[in-house]
């Protein structure tokens, strides 16, 4: 199956084609980085701005940081518990919650709006240096997943095993 | 796409066919095989309907009583009283009381349908990389690291933040992990058997409603139940009143009901879970400085948030279909995670299955006499026989990988303490079925009973036998397997 071994077979392997995902088939999957949350505020979704050493050759740090810094206002956007998300949350019980029929939640749309920014992200900034950013709601919102991809037919790079252990630089 | 050298090299090899398009080129197995949604290969112990739109727990017998009750008491109220009362008194009364039963009626299935904030668990991936983590943290020596937790200061209080050997990740915090459903659930209340599901993050502001509304709904019904019986006693006698109307029903349900949702305002007000209380997590019995840190403060606050604060959206997506085709980095090589099995997206031996195959081969392993000792083997096991030397050459293994199911920090169980009963009932009428039923389901799913469990042995990790007596198996099924095979083992 496909994943297994991330080397050689991504290039035999029919995917189906997305842009973002043509990166991974010229690439190999090297490593991937996880951001993990910081719940230092409560439960609400926040993210740790702390630089992984492993994308410090391939990604400035600035830039790194204003990514999780504006995914973290939007999360608190989502969550903000304040006079529209009582409106949203009394006109829900008066309407026995038949509203959210036709009509999506706040926290619905703030995630849209993350999903566009994320890829807009994606294909500004990381895809250029090899990076792949997975929106936290594929991991349960636990993680935010960064794939590090090298170029395939550079250096005999491995597999994950080799490169779980250190870091990508080269 | 600016991938520079790569795109020219992308177009002298094997150009990608997408799946779109189709050709007998394509990998066959792939077409072969229909798109398969989430929820068919979802690993808890939920059940799903309707193609994955309604989730609920394994045991949903309970669930189909509270409706009968609800139906019933209803549809004699409607019956039998409505018409007199609406004569006598006012036609407003059926109307309030139809438009209550249908109130309880929407919040009873909507919190039995949704998810109640399930968390998904970890992609091998990041299991990989936590388990790494927790390796260098402990030193990556191959003996088996202590329990894993993480500390974390929220608001002043330090709150610990737990793994979760099943889900494999770290807890957030107030999630709790329901051995009944094998889920972590966020913000985790308790498993409701009436309602068929957990209570959790998503779902707990529904729950809340139906037992208010629900109370609402008892109290009236009993209210004109006895008014009818009062009007009609005048009429004919009273006894005879009393035979046509659900009011012994209602009796017993109105203490219970309103006592329930008395409790759980008063949580809402607080803003703890039934989990906490229960434990008794802030109560500054604990500590002088212990406080609850997740409370606004006052009680409007804590109540608006609970109720009207936004709902966050389902996290395991039951109908969206499986990809296989996410690349994934090769399976790490230490022994302690992977035992035998590969790596697959969908993985089909899941870790419960994994560690009954590992316990198997150690208790075959274990029939034959040979000391073991641990080193390089991945899965090794204690084992402490009460009755001394009947194993011959004492085998000693520790349990570890998957299997890590002893661990000395108390895992947290959804609710198993004894003392709970004590603190229902002090509020409550004695006649108070559901508590006791939310609190003691967890003992009961208990197969191995207690008293074969070794104690009082000279391993190290008798201790750690003993708290898994208390808590035998709390949230993990692993727990139970590996269990059953340490009582197997000690009675060879």
């Known amino acids: 199956m496909q994943g297994l071994v991330p080397t050689a077979t991504d290039g035999n392997m029919a995917t189906e084609f997305h842009n973002l995902q043509e990166l991974r088939h010229s690439a190999s999957l090297a490593n991937k980085v996880f951001i993990q949350r910081d719940y230092s505020e409560g439960t609400t979704c926040k993210f740790q701005t702390k630089f992984p050493s492993e994308l410090e050759s391939r990604i400035e740090r600035t830039l790194f940081e204003d990514t999780v810094k504006t995914l973290n206002n939007y999360y608190a956007e989502a969550e903000k518990i304040g006079g529209q998300s009582y409106l949203e949350g009394c006109l829900a019980c008066a309407t026995a919650y038949l509203i959210f029929l036709c009509m999506e939640t706040r926290y619905e749309k703030v995630l849209k709006k993350i999903a566009k920014y994320i890829q807009e992200q994606n294909e500004k900034i990381y895809a250029p240096r090899g990076l792949l950013i997975t929106d936290p709601i594929e991991r349960g919102m636990r993680v935010i997943e960064i794939s590090i991809y090298e170029d395939r037919g550079s250096s005999g790079s491995s597999s994950g095993s080799s490169s779980v252990s250190g870091s990508t630089a080269r | ?492």
């Not at chain 2, 002298?12 to 189709?22: A, G, H, L, V």
């Not at chain 2, 080193?375 to 000693?396: H, K, M, Q, Y």
């Open chain 2, 1 to 492: 796409m600016h991938l520079g050298v790569s795109e020219s090299m992308r177009e002298c090899e094997y150009s990608q066919i997408s799946t779109r398009s189709s050709t007998p080129m394509e990998t066959p197995y792939k077409k072969r095989t229909p798109k398969k949604r989430k929820w068919e290969s979802f690993p808890g112990r939920n059940k799903f309907y309707c193609d994955g739109r309604i989730m609920m727990a394994k045991q949903t017998g309970v669930f189909y009583l509270t409706l009968v009750l609800i139906l019933v008491t209803c549809g004699l109220f409607f019956t039998f009283d409505c018409q007199f009362l609406a004569l006598k008194l006012t036609p407003a009364i059926p109307v309030i009381g139809g438009v209550l039963f249908l109130f309880v009626l929407g919040t009873l299935l909507r919190t039995s349908f949704s998810d109640p904030g399930v968390l998904p668990r970890a992609t091998p991936d990041e299991a990989a990389d936590l388990e790494r983590q927790i390796d260098v943290a402990n030193g990556s020596t191959g003996y088996r690291p202590p329990p894993r937790t993480k500390e974390v200061v929220i608001n002043g209080q330090t709150v610990k933040l737990k793994y979760c050997f099943t889900c494999k990740i770290f807890r957030p915090p107030r999630a709790s992990h329901c051995s009944l459903c094998d889920n972590c659930v966020e913000r985790f209340d308790h498993h409701c058997p009436w309602v068929g599901n957990c209570v959790g993050r998503r779902n707990y502001r529904f729950f809340y409603m139906f037992i208010l509304s629900l109370s609402f709904l008892t109290i009236f019904i009993f209210a004109f139940v006895i008014t009818h019986i009062i009007l009609r006693s005048h009429q004919n006698g009273f006894l005879k009143a009393l035979k046509e109307s659900p009011v012994v029903v209602c009796f017993f349900s109105v203490w219970s009901i309103v006592g329930l949702s008395g409790f759980h305002t008063y949580l809402i007000s607080s803003n703890q879970t039934t989990n906490e209380d229960i434990k008794g997590s802030w109560s500054s019995k604990r500590g002088k400085d212990n406080h609850n840190p997740y409370s606004h403060g006052n009680i409007f606050t804590n109540c608006c948030a609970a109720l009207c604060g936004p709902l966050p959206p389902s996290l395991i997506d039951r109908r969206g279909f499986i990809q296989s085709d996410t690349p994934q980095l090769a399976p790490p090589t230490n022994g302690i995670t992977m035992y035998g099995a590969t790596q697959s997206q969908q993985s089909h031996m899941c870790d419960q299955d994994q560690c009954i195959q590992s316990t198997k081969f150690v208790l075959q392993a274990a029939a034959t006499p040979l000391l073991q000792q641990q080193s390089s083997e991945p899965v090794i096991l204690t084992a402490s026989p009460e009755n001394g030397g009947s194993l011959p050459g004492r085998t000693s293994l520790t349990l570890a990988g998957p299997c890590t199911s002893l661990p000395l920090g108390q895992p947290t169980p959804p609710t198993s303490t004894p003392s709970l009963s004590c603190h229902e009932a002090t509020d409550i009428h004695p006649l108070q079925e559901p508590l006791a039923h939310h609190h003691f389901l967890t003992p009961e799913e208990v197969p191995s009973p207690p008293g074969m469990l070794p104690c009082g042995s000279p391993m190290g990790h008798s201790h750690t036998m003993q708290a898994s007596f208390f808590n035998p198996a709390s949230q993990d099924s692993l727990h139970e397997d590996s269990v059953r095979g340490l009582v197997k083992l000690s009675s060879v």
